[in-house]
Structures are given as C-alpha cells and as structure tokens.
C-alpha cells in the first residue's frame, strides 16, 4: 500500500502540470531535495539543509514555530471577524453582539482570535527568554535579535490596538488610559495623542485609525519582518543549537559570516 | 522504572509514536475542537425554548394556529432611527398571541394589553436588559461591560416617561415621582434638565427667612430644626440630623440675620385693640375654606386638608400672635409672593381667627430648649452651616447667596453605569437599588453625604425611583417626533389694576389662565366667553358650587362692590375665546316649540341627565354639573360652541363630542337658557 502510493505520487510529481508549477523535478538525490527548497518562494527563505539536531525539540522547544503558528490563526480568525465588522460609532459594538449571539460560531471565531491573541503574546516572550538565556542573540545573530525586537513591538501594538475594536467601556477607557500615557512625551506628547486618536480623545477616527493600524498596517509590517527574521536564521548559520556552535570569534578577528556559512 | 511513568510513556507512544500517528491523532483532536462550536449552535438556549414553546402549543385547540405563525429561528424587532435590536421575541413567542390569554408559563406568556403596538418600539426601551443577547443570563441579568439589566416590574412606568414628559392617565406612580421631584425641593439642588432643554422647575413655595424674628422663636426654630416632621408630619422639609450645638448656632444665625418687617407690628398693633369672638372661631375657618389648603390633624391622627399651605396643627407652638394677624390682615405684606388670597378680613374676624388658631397648640411640643444667648462665634458658625447644608437653595436668607449647582445633576440619571456608584456591602448591585436606597437613607452612604433625611413612605420613594429612572440617555437620543413635550408653566402675569387684585386673591393658586396656575378649581382662560356678568358679580360676592359631587371650596373674599365690579369687568371683557362666536348664537328669546324640541332632545336624542340634572326633582345625573340654573349662568353663545365641540373649549374635558346638527344645538342651546332656576338671580344664596 505504502509503495504503490509512493509510487503514484512519483508519477504524478513527473507529470508536466506539476513540473510547469513547481520548477524543481523529483527524485531522491540531495540535489533534488536542495532543490525543493529553494525553488519555492515559500520555503527558500529556510536553509536548504537543516541538522537534526537544530529541529529537535529540546534546541528550540518550538516556540519561534509556534508563535507563528499563532500568528497563522489571527490571521485567519481576523479575516473572517472582519466579514462582520464596521469600524463605525456605534455600530462596532452592535457587531460584535452580532458575533456574540447570532453568527453561526461567531462566539468560537472570536474567542479564537482573542485566546490566540494572548498566547501569542505570551509565546513572543517566551521565545525570546529562550534565546537569551540559551545565548542564541550573540555573533553572528546579534541583528536577528534586533529584529525580534521589532516584531516583539509590533506584537504588542497589535495587541493594543486590537483592545480598542469591540468598542465597549473596556475598551474606550483602556484606549483612553493607554493613548493618554503618549501625551507625558516631553514636547510633543500632545502632538503625537492626537494623532494617535485622530482627535482629542477616543472617537469614532481613533476607532477608524485603531482599526486600519490593525488589519492593514500592522500585520504587513508584522509579515515583512517575519520574513527578515526568517531569512536571517539561514543566513546566520540555522537555527542555534547550545554547544555545538564554532568558538566565538577573536575580538581581534573581523567577522566573516559568509565564510562561516559556507 | 515506576509504574505510572511505565503507563504515560507507553501512552505517547501509542498516540504519537511516530510521525503519522501524531499527525493522525492532532487531526482528530483538531477535528473535534472545530465540531464544538456549530454544536454549541445546534444546543443553544434558544433552540430549547421554541422547542418547548412547540410542545406547549401542541396539545391546544388552536394549535394549527399557532404553528403556522410560528417561525423557527432567532427573531428581532430592528427599530434603526431607535437603535433597537431587540431579540427577546425568539424566546418569548406568545407576546403577541391573542390565544394565549391563559397561558401563565415564561418565557410564553401574552403581553398585557398597552397602547403601543410592540413591533413599534421594540421590549428593552421600557423594560431594560440587553436586547441583542440571545441566552437568558446574557439578556436579563448582565451588567459588567456596562450593559443594562432588566428593569424591575414595579418601576415599568419610568418607560413612558422617557417620552412622554407629561403626565398620563395609565402612569399614576410616574405621574406622583414627578410631582415630587418639584415639590420636595429635589429639583431646587438637583438640575433636571427635560430632553428639549427646559428646566424642571420647583413648584413648592419654601419660606422666606429674612424675616424669621417677627414670625417665630428661637426656640422653635431650634426644635423645628432637630426634627420638622415633630411639628407637622407632612411637612416636605427634610430632616438634616443636626446636632444640639448645630442646631443651636443655626438658629442663633437666623434669629440674628433677621430683619424687622415694618408692617407687620403696625397692623399687629392696630389689630390689637379688636376682641375675638372665641365660638365664632371654627366657623370662619371653615366659611374661609382654610382646609382646601391647610391640613390639621384630627383627634384620630388622621391629617384633614388641602397640601397646597402648611399643616397648621401646631400652629400656636410656632406663630407669635401679632404676626399671625398681621398675617391673616394681609399676607402680601410678609411675602410678596405668597400662594395664600388675602382675604379681606374684619378687624375682629383677624382677632377671632388668630385667637383660634393659636389655640392649636401641642404644650409638649419644645418644652425643655433652653437656650442662651449667642457669643458671636456661634453665630458665624450657624452661617458656615447654612452654606454648607445648602439651606439657601430653598430659603432666602440674610447675607447667604443662594447656591447654583448644589448638588449633582440628575438629567442622566437613569442610564448611570454601575461602574460609577459605590454599592453598600450587602446592597443589590442594580440601579433602582441604588436610587431607591439613597433616597430613602442617604446618610447610610456616609457621614460627608450632605443629602438630608426625607420623610417618605416606601410607595413615594418608588415613584420618586420611577421619576428619576426615566432619565436615560436614551430619552435624549431620541427622534424628537417620538417625544411628547411637558406642560411647562407660563409666567402669564394679568395686567392694570385687576391684575393686581387677582395677585392678591391668589386666584393663581387654585384656577389655571392661559397656562399658569393650579389645577385645584376651573380653568378660567375662556371665563368671559362663558358666563354672564350678573352671574359672576353674584358668585364672587358668594360663591357656591355647581357640580353636585364636589365639596364647595371657593372661599369668600369679601371683596368690596368696587372690586367686585373691577374684577368682573375684566375677567369678561379679557377671557374671551376666539372660538365662540357670539354673532352665530340664536336669539335669546325663543318660542315654546323651540324650547321644547331642545327639551325632546335633552332627555331622549342625547340623554344629558345620565350626567346633568336639569330638574332636581326627576334627574340624576351626578357627573357634570348641574343645569337647573344653567340659563341664568352661561352665555348662549357659550353653550351653542360647547354643544358643537367640547374639546375646542377645554381640551380633555369628559363631555362627548356628539357631531350635534346647527340646529339641534340651536335648540339645545335655548332649551338650556331657559333654565333660569326658582326665581331671579337671588335664588342661589
């Protein structure tokens, strides 16, 4: 059973459909399976080789995959929450009762987004305790750090902004507490709340403004810089393993990471 | 190795031994996690209740019936311009089920008949809670992100007050909490802003207190001040719970900020010499009708009167005799602005009268106050009280401004988050709790509560709750075609001489004109267009009562044969309506046949005596007034454009409208004049 699927999955990998979409042919050789890889917009972001020891669950515990598992979900939920959502005063909070009570699974989809919501934010921190506890930030990853760093923020801002869409008291005094905590700026405080808000305090362009940040802006911005981060694994030699890494450089020594790849 | 870890480990390795295997079994557990939410839908709460309402109907005669005008699913009234989107309906399915009149059970039970239809308005305008919500937890009872919940049966009226801000029939507690609101003082350091912007506006007249020295003692004002409802239980003053050192520096405050009133103590003195007629004293009390506006308590405790003045049953523990008939000589002297007629007393009929009322006295009342004469700084901290306590927003007071916004503002007060009250440890955490509770025991919320202790029954602080839950948001956002505006009082103000003698009679306080006065007798706006002048010249001189039922309460002025005409005159010539024609009248002088086709008419076309009696011997009629004399009182041309239309003249009046032809009011109309009672004029003394 398991050989004659093998064997028409061969077939059907030879076809000339499945050659015109996906480039790379079959075949059992490293070359082919290097190929697979690299072939896809997808997947050329990781290396083409991986050690099994970097996908061992003890390296990692998983939780950068996770994360973006959670990600994967938001994205999905949030979709189809916006199927039923006017960003509008105040329709919003009619809507989500909608949500609440007559949309089939309406409950589910919205509690999935916002369970999803809070795990991911814990996973962002938990991921990154790992890497830093683990020493996974220093040479040569120090700039994939940084990048975490971004995605830690934009987590965050899409967490916040998130907090003002159901438009209830929660919200209009969480975003009203949270935007006024960006007027104690020195100078420009005040400048930079109302353009936050649109206004002078939490209406219906805050809500507008909140919404476009976290179904537009955030979640592209959020989508590049996974992308960045990703790469980079590769091009920081994969994924870090404890104790099996080359000994760090000299301080002398001028860092010469492609040498290292290669 | 142990044997539970033996267990565990061999458990995973079933599970997810290898790669297929867990992908297999995460996919099952995926799989079941997605079946739970549309099987949550399918066991929904309101799934179960159409099932039972189905079963319910089931067995019934009109079952067919029902079941076709029953549709499965979850129901809405959608009221957009209202913003209500009300799901009640998929439960409670047997509203607007005439067939149903039996059936007890909720969530099935018919809606009592309103007169409103219920697609129109939707459930939650009047009865609260949240409408969208489709479980009964989430629909009645959910308060914690600021939504709404059910509003207790008893307080139901505070609906129709949300757009009917006046008063209706069908809305008795909601009509007497309004009432309240303006006559306890309420609205004097609350503002109550209506939906259209006017004020709600006092209707009770506190005292003035520049003068307070010529009217009373220390010591009363003392032990008045200690408890009010002591001295007169229905007294609206409220208790403020002061203590003897408060009370005592209050007092030394007003009796010291006090300024003599010159005329009081030169009637007083002019008055003296005049000796009381002691038997002739409760019958000029009661010729005077005092008790349409005093009460005094009677031997069973009960009160007897009107509300309209002071309860006077301790009147001699309070009032110095030489104010008293300085009062009763005229009151106008003390308080311009007085609800009390200034009769046109005889010096003796004052010297009766003073001497009968002080004779109502309690000898237990303030026995043992004694108090000392002020030091000064006694005296500035009675001042600092009175600011404090906010006395000035009732009384005028010497050298105190009367206080703007003294106390918060209740316009919202209905849709108040709960979020913002701070509930009593073991209070119901609910809004008409809350309001019930402070108006009953305001100083339960603490000693820096200023708010004084009213002396209300349970019923009272319900339609005050009533009054004060129709106050919502939603009142406000309301399209202003729904909205049915208050009758809000007008300062109509009668001119020249006569203006001032109805001032002084105080006809304002008992009669209305064109919008401004009490609802205790006639509306005189179209006065001059209805009756004829011998008429009126002989009531005002001694008046008497026209409808059967009613207790005569029109009190005699002894108005001088000057006045008399004066007033007369301008009440005939001013309150004239624009909708009697007195051209389009018939001849007064009408011949028998006439006569007697209205007469036909009178008894069988419209059976007037079922209300009216126009022959005491064989009529019975006791609802309208009575019409023996009615050819002698009323103008022709009045009861011709009554007869026509009724309501033209006096809106809500209980007489029908009957579509009368011309000429069957023609002959009405001189059926009814000539009716001129036994003998001339004279006849009604």
Redesign the interface.
């Known amino acids: 059973m398991a050989v004659k699927t093998s064997a028409m999955m061969d077939k059907v990998r030879a076809s000339r459909v499945w050659r015109s979409v996906f480039r790379a042919g079959t075949g059992d050789s490293t070359l082919h399976r290097a190929l697979a890889i690299q072939q896809s917009i997808f997947l050329h972001l990781f290396s083409t080789k991986v050690r099994k020891r970097m996908v061992k669950f003890s390296a990692t515990w998983y939780l950068g995959t996770l994360t973006f598992g959670t990600f994967l979900i938001l994205v999905i939920t949030g979709v189809l929450l916006m199927l039923y959502y006017h960003p509008s005063v105040p329709q919003a909070y009619a809507d989500m009762k909608d949500l609440q009570f007559v949309v089939s699974s309406g409950l589910f989809l919205r509690n999935l987004h916002r369970w999803s919501a809070q795990l991911m934010v814990f996973l962002v921190f938990a991921h990154m305790f790992k890497v830093f506890y683990r020493g996974a930030y220093r040479t040569p990853r120090e700039f994939n750090w940084v990048v975490g760093v971004v995605l830690l923020v934009i987590t965050l801002l899409l967490s916040y902004t998130g907090y003002l869409l159901p438009w209830d008291q929660l919200a209009f005094w969480a975003i009203t507490v949270g935007s006024n905590l960006s007027s104690a700026v020195p100078l420009v405080g005040n400048k930079i709340h109302f353009l936050l808000l649109g206004g002078n305090q939490v209406n219906a362009n805050a809500l507008l403004r909140f919404y476009v940040l976290h179904c537009v802006v955030l979640p592209l911005a959020a989508m590049l810089f996974i992308a960045i981060h990703f790469w980079r694994i590769r091009k920081d030699g994969g994924l870090y393993v404890q104790g099996t890494e080359p000994k760090p450089q000299q301080n002398n020594e001028t860092v010469n990471t492609a040498a290292e790849v290669k | 190795m142990h044997p539970i870890r033996r267990y565990l480990s061999s458990a995973w390795q079933a599970l997810f031994g290898d790669a297929v295997r867990a992908f297999g079994v995460v996919s099952a557990v995926l799989l079941l996690a997605l079946a739970?939410?549309?099987a949550?839908?399918q066991f929904a709460q309101w799934h179960q209740y159409q099932r039972r309402y189905l079963s319910l109907i089931h067995d019934r005669g009109d079952a067919v019936t029902l079941r076709r005008r029953f549709q499965p699913g979850?129901h809405q009234t959608w009221l957009p311009e209202l913003?209500v989107?009300d799901?009640c309906t998929t439960c409670h399915l047997g509203l607007n089920e005439a067939g149903l009149g039996d059936v007890s059970q909720q969530p099935f039970r018919k809606h009592p008949a309103i007169p409103h239809s219920l697609d129109g308005f939707g459930c939650v305008i009047c009865h609260g809670g949240?409408g969208?919500?489709?479980?009964v937890a989430?629909a009645h009872h959910s308060e914690r992100?600021?939504e709404e919940p059910i509003l207790p049966a008893r307080y139901i009226e505070s609906g129709c007050g949300q757009c009917h801000q006046n008063a209706l029939p069908g809305t008795p507690q909601l009509n007497l909490g309004r009432a309240m609101l303006t006559r306890y003082g309420c609205v004097r350091c609350h503002a109550i802003t209506r939906p259209d912007g006017t004020r709600v506006m006092a209707t009770d007249h506190p005292p003035s207190l520049v003068h307070i020295a010529d009217k009373t003692t220390r010591e009363w004002i003392y032990s008045w001040l200690k408890d009010p409802q002591a001295y007169a239980e229905s007294t609206t003053m409220p208790n403020y719970k002061l203590s003897d050192a408060d009370a005592r520096d209050l007092s030394a405050y007003l009796m010291s900020s006090s300024t003599p009133r010159e005329g009081d103590t030169a009637l007083a003195a002019t008055k003296a010499g005049s000796s009381a007629d002691l038997a002739a004293g409760p019958s000029l009390y009661g010729q005077s009708f005092c008790a349409s506006c005093h009460a005094v308590q009677n031997a069973a405790g009960n009160l007897v009167g009107g509300d309209v003045g002071p309860e006077l049953t301790r009147i001699g523990n309070k009032a110095k005799p030489e104010w008293l008939a300085a009062w009763l000589a005229n009151p106008r002297v003390y308080d311009a602005t007085t609800l009390m007629p200034h009769y046109r007393f005889t010096a003796q009929q004052v010297a009766t009268l003073t001497t009968f009322l002080q004779a109502k006295s309690d000898s237990d009342y303030g026995t043992g106050v004694h108090l000392d004469a002020p030091i000064p700084a006694q005296v500035a901290h009675g001042k600092r009280l009175i600011v404090e306590l906010g006395c000035a927003a009732c009384h005028e007071i010497n050298g105190v401004q009367k206080p703007e916004n003294f106390a918060p503002d209740l316009s919202t007060i209905g849709s108040k988050?709960l979020?913002q009250i701070v509930f009593l440890p073991g209070m119901e955490v609910s809004l008409p709790s809350y309001i019930v509770a402070k108006i009953r025991q305001p100083r339960a919320f603490g000693a820096s509560v200023k708010m004084p202790q009213f002396a209300l029954t349970a019923p009272q602080a319900d339609a005050l709750t009533t009054a004060l839950l129709s106050l919502t948001n939603r009142s406000r956002s309301m399209p202003d075609t729904l909205r049915v505006a208050a009758t809000v009082e007008t300062n109509y103000q009668p001119a020249g001489h006569a203006g001032k003698l109805i001032n002084e009679l105080a006809c304002f306080s008992c009669h209305r004109i064109n919008g401004r006065g009490g609802d205790m007798a006639p509306d005189l706006t179209w006065e001059g267009s209805s009756v004829q002048r011998q008429w009126l010249i002989d009531f005002l001189r001694n008046p008497n009562t026209l409808r059967p039922s009613l207790i005569r309460r029109m009190p005699r002025f002894n108005l001088s044969d000057s006045e008399n005409k004066e007033l007369t005159e301008y009440i005939l010539a001013v309150y004239q309506s624009p909708a009697v024609d007195a051209d389009a009248v018939p001849d007064p002088s009408h011949s028998p046949d006439v006569v007697e086709h209205g007469k036909q008419l009178f008894y069988s076309k419209y059976a007037c005596q079922s209300c009216h009696i126009a022959n005491d011997k064989t009529d019975k009629g006791y609802i309208g007034p009575t019409l023996t004399q009615v050819g002698s009182r009323l103008t022709a041309a009045w009861i011709y454009s009554w007869l026509k239309n009724p309501q033209a003249l006096r809106p809500g009046t209980t007489e029908p409208n009957q579509n009368m032809s011309d000429e069957d009011a023609r002959a009405l109309a001189a059926f009814l004049m000539s009716l001129k009672g036994q003998g001339a004029h004279g006849a009604k003394l």
């Open positions: 739970i939410a549309p949550k839908n979850i913003g989107v799901r949240q969208p919500a489709t479980t989430e992100a600021g988050p979020a």
